[in-house]
């Protein structure tokens, strides 16, 4: 069974909630909006401009050109001058189309998921009970060890949506 998925200006980065029964068992496209006052927004976006923009996240980016090109291997022998315009070019593909972000509560086994299907596809999903604990946390190192869990969630989710645009949308940085 083949998708006919084209990769558009749709994702914004956009940040929703719903619960594990609609997106997974009903496989519903969530339409409420996370309120804008929540603080999560603010984690999200902060951690979409660091990893665009900043080198500290190079080799996040490097494992999503190689994702992407499909091979660990996509720099070698290439010219470094090539090899930051593949980064840069991932960069602004984050930028400009990021995926959309679901928050939702009945998944506190995972930390987030992603899910391939037809109209799901432009959506990770990231777990309210985790993003609630962060919230809440009172000490110092616990809020600080909950943001990096809930960023390094979100890194390995956008992963899962770029593997998804180059299996199923046939998008390919080589």
């Known amino acids: 069974m083949t998708f006919q998925f084209t ?5 914004t980065g956009g940040v929703f909630q719903s619960t594990y029964h609609a997106i997974h068992v009903e496989e519903r496209v969530p339409t409420i909006p996370l309120p804008d006052t929540h603080p999560f927004h603010n984690l999200w976006k902060e951690h979409l401009v660091a990893l665009t923009s900043t080198v500290l ?7 999503f050109v190689a994702l992407a090109s499909g091979s660990a291997f996509w720099k070698e022998g290439k010219a470094n001058d090539v090899i930051s315009a593949k980064m840069s070019e991932m960069r602004t593909l984050l930028r400009r189309n990021p995926p959309n972000v679901v928050v939702v509560s009945g998944v506190a086994g995972d930390y987030g998921f992603h899910i391939r299907g037809t109209s799901l596809w432009p959506f990770i999903c990231i777990s309210e009970e985790y993003i609630n604990m962060w919230v809440i946390a009172n000490e110092h190192s616990e809020k600080l060890g909950l943001a990096a869990l809930l960023k390094t969630t979100l890194d390995h989710e956008i992963g899962q949506w770029i593997f998804t645009l180059v299996s199923i949308c046939h998008f390919s940085f080589k």
């Open 7 to 11: 990769l558009t200006s749709t994702f």
């Open 57 to 63: 996240y190079d080799s996040v980016i490097e494992a």
